[in-house]
């Protein structure tokens, strides 16, 4: 079993549409989770963290936390066609040199 | 990518060759990072840095080596290139759990 595990998509939404991109983690005394965008080619770009269980909303992105099932969401929001990228799922399970274990990512595509 | 830059951000070279990677972070953080992206397997961590000549190897170490002689710079070495190494090679910092990436740095052994 995978630390951190996504769905590799591809995830195809219509434009105006919410996205809901979806993270599972294996290690219970993981202690805070990122959301990571890429577009291809291009380098991760952190977009969001959320560290306690619920919802964190930043303008059109929602992060969802629920340590108990040990599961972490993305939501997008009026989804546009540029928001289409990879979005990699990262968890650190604490400790003092903040390494983060990455998902293998899911590449949403958003249609116009 | 402000403030990280990856030098050289391209590179083909032969089986067998040392090849050296440059990190360099204008943002004085105290954590860097080594990581190779892959399909299939997302990004691995191969080497980290918790400051000046502090560094310790993450999952994917083998063939690689660091090293970090000032907060500013942290080098990857391939000891002997292998084609297995072909990869991109993501450089991050972090002064608290956020990790910041540069532009990465395509290699292919070939």
């Known amino acids: 079993q995978k630390e951190v595990e996504q769905n590799s998509g591809p995830l195809s939404v219509p434009e105006g549409a919410i996205a809901s991109l979806n993270c599972t983690y294996s290690?219970?005394?993981?202690?805070?989770f990122f959301w990571y965008r890429q577009y291809s080619g291009k380098s991760p770009e952190l977009i969001m963290s959320?560290?306690?269980?619920g919802d964190k909303e930043d303008g059109r992105f929602t992060a969802q936390l629920n340590k108990a099932s040990q599961y972490v969401s993305l939501l997008i929001r009026d989804s546009q066609p540029s928001d289409s990228a990879t979005y990699l799922c990262?968890?650190?399970?604490?400790?003092?040199?903040?390494?983060?274990?990455f998902g293998t990512g899911t590449l949403l595509a958003v249609q116009p | 990518d402000a403030g990280i830059t990856q030098s050289p951000r391209h590179k083909v070279t032969e089986t067998g060759t040392p090849v050296t990677l440059r990190c360099h972070q204008t943002?004085?953080?105290?954590?860097m990072y080594w990581y190779r992206q892959d399909p299939g397997h997302g990004l691995r961590l191969i080497h980290y840095?918790?400051?000046?000549?502090?560094?310790d190897k993450g999952e994917v170490s083998d063939g690689y080596s660091v090293s970090r002689s000032k907060t500013e710079d942290f080098l990857l070495t391939l000891e002997s290139a292998t084609s297995s190494q072909t990869s991109v090679y993501f450089c991050?910092?972090?002064?608290?759990?956020?990790?910041?990436f540069g532009p990465g740095t395509r290699l292919t052994v070939t």
């Open positions: 991050a910092i972090s002064e608290t759990e956020k990790q910041y």
């Open positions: 290690d219970r005394v993981s202690q805070s």
């Open positions: 959320i560290y306690s269980n």
């Open positions: 990262a968890v650190n399970r604490g400790g003092a040199t903040n390494k983060l274990i």
């Open positions: 943002e004085n953080h105290r954590y």
């Open positions: 840095s918790y400051g000046v000549k502090d560094t």
